[in-house]
T-cell receptor, first 115, second 112 residues
C-alpha cells in the first residue's frame, strides 16, 4: 500500500547541531509539505514543494530548509538547532492531478527535542 | 498568524451524546477540511467540503460548508470512546493554491 513515512520518530539533539528529518511518500504525489505542531498553535506550515526542484517558504520557515531532488522525498533540515525548534514535525503530501487535490495525507510525525 | 478560530477549545462529553464544533474565519475559503488526530499520530482526513452550503456525512460525522464561506461546522452523533482526539479544521483560501491553513484544534474527551 502507498504510504508516507517519517524518520526518525523521535530525536534528541543539542543546540547548534544540524538536524535532518526525513519524509518519504510512495503515492507519487506532486505536493509535499512540512508542518510543526505546538500546543496552542495547531499546525503551522514550514516549507512546501509543488514538484522536483521546487521549494517554497511557509509561515514559519526561519531556521529551516528543504530540498526536493525527487518526487518521493522532502527532507527538512534545521541548520543550527535552537530550543525554540523543539516540536512535533509532520510531513504531508497531496496529489495535484486529483480533482480533490486539497486533501493532504499526513505522516506519523517526528518528535524533536533540542536541549 | 492564526487565521482560523475553532470552538470550543476543548470539550468533555458523556458517551452517547452528540457533539458540535465549529471553525470560523474573517477570510473567505474555497475548501474546508476536517481532520482528526489521535495521540501520537498524524492527522487523518475525515471530511472535505468544496461548495458553500454543502452538507457531507461520513458515518456518524456530518460537516457543513457555511453559506458565507467563512465558517464550517462538524457534528458527531452518538459519541463513542474512540472519538477521543483533537479535531482540526483546515481551509484553503481563493488566493492560496494547494496550501491549507489549520485551526488550533478542538480537543474532545468522551467519558464512558
Amino acid at each position: 500500500d502507498a504510504e508516507i513515512t517519517q524518520s526518525p520518530r523521535h530525536k534528541i539533539t543539542e543546540t547548534g547541531r544540524q538536524v535532518t528529518l526525513a519524509c518519504h511518500q510512495t503515492w507519487n504525489h506532486n505536493n509535499m509539505f512540512w508542518y510543526r505542531q505546538d500546543l496552542g498553535h495547531g499546525l503551522r506550515l514550514i516549507h512546501y514543494s509543488y514538484g522536483v526542484q521546487d521549494t517554497n517558504k511557509g509561515e514559519v520557515s526561519d531556521g529551516y530548509s528543504v530540498s526536493r531532488s525527487n518526487t518521493e522525498d522532502l527532507p527538512l533540515t534545521l541548520e543550527s538547532a535552537a530550543s525554540s525548534q523543539t516540536s512535533v514535525y509532520f510531513c504531508a503530501s497531496s496529489d495535484r492531478s486529483r480533482p480533490l487535490y486539497n486533501e493532504q495525507f499526513f505522516g506519523p510525525g517526528t518528535r524533536l527535542t533540542v536541549l | 498568524g492564526q487565521q482560523l478560530n475553532q470552538s470550543p477549545q476543548s470539550m468533555f462529553i458523556q458517551e452517547g451524546e452528540d457533539v458540535s464544533m465549529n471553525c470560523t474565519s474573517s477570510s473567505i475559503f474555497n475548501t474546508w477540511l476536517w481532520y482528526k488526530q489521535d495521540p501520537g499520530e498524524g492527522p487523518v482526513l475525515l471530511i472535505a467540503l468544496y461548495k458553500a452550503g454543502e452538507l457531507t456525512s461520513n458515518g456518524r460525522l456530518t460537516a457543513q460548508f457555511g453559506i458565507t464561506r467563512k465558517d464550517s461546522f462538524l457534528n458527531i452523533s452518538a459519541s463513542i470512546p474512540s472519538d477521543v482526539g483533537i479535531y482540526f479544521c483546515a481551509g484553503q483560501r481563493q488566493t492560496s493554491y494547494d496550501k491549507v491553513i489549520f485551526g488550533p484544534g478542538t480537543s474532545l474527551s468522551v467519558i464512558p
